[in-house]
Structures are given as structure tokens and as C-alpha cells.
């Protein structure tokens, strides 16, 4: 399965842990006063202490398998779970152990 590899990785991992509560691992969007549209790529890169270009390879191969949902604000994208996805897998997974 294409999202077992890409949760083989730790960070992307913590990422989609963090997304599932936004407002208790990363502090208020300064622009946007909610997390409906999920997170701003810059707050991921600093909670996960990695450089802009690996969190974006990070966060566009979730992307590519679907497990997270861009919406971009202007000139920034915001990411959040894509919860239906994530939920499929976990019960596929279930089915096959």
C-alpha cells in the first residue's frame, strides 16, 4: 500500500497527529482566526524542526496518497487530514491483520 510507505516515516507520522488537534499543537493563525482550512505549512515546518523543502516533499506525498487536504490563502497553503481517507485505511488495515 502506497500510504504504508509514507507513514513508515516518522515526521509525516507526528504530522498527521498534530493535525488531528490543531488548536493544542500549534498557535493561532494570525491571518485566519480558525483551523477549518487545517494548518499553515510554516507551522508544521517549525513544530517538526525541518526545512521548508523537506516538510513540502513531506506534506506532497501525503497530498499524492490523499491523507491530507491543501487549500491555499493567497500565497500560503494551509493542510488538514483527510479524515475519510484515513479512516479507510485504518479499517482496510484491520480487515488484513
Not at 488531528?20 to 491571518?31: A, I, R, Y
Amino acid at each position: 500500500m502506497e500510504i504504508s510507505k509514507i507513514l513508515a516515516n516518522q515526521t509525516r507520522v507526528d504530522i498527521l497527529k498534530w493535525l488531528k488537534n490543531p488548536e493544542d499543537n500549534f498557535p493561532p493563525h494570525q491571518d485566519i482566526d480558525h483551523f477549518n482550512d487545517g494548518v499553515c505549512v510554516g507551522y508544521i515546518q517549525d513544530k517538526a524542526g525541518l526545512s521548508q523543502s523537506t516538510i513540502s516533499t513531506y506534506l506532497n506525498a501525503m497530498q499524492h496518497v490523499k491523507l491530507v487536504i491543501p487549500t491555499r490563502h493567497g500565497k500560503w497553503t494551509y493542510y488538514k487530514r483527510n479524515e475519510e481517507v484515513i479512516t479507510n485505511y485504518l479499517e482496510g488495515l484491520q480487515k488484513e491483520l
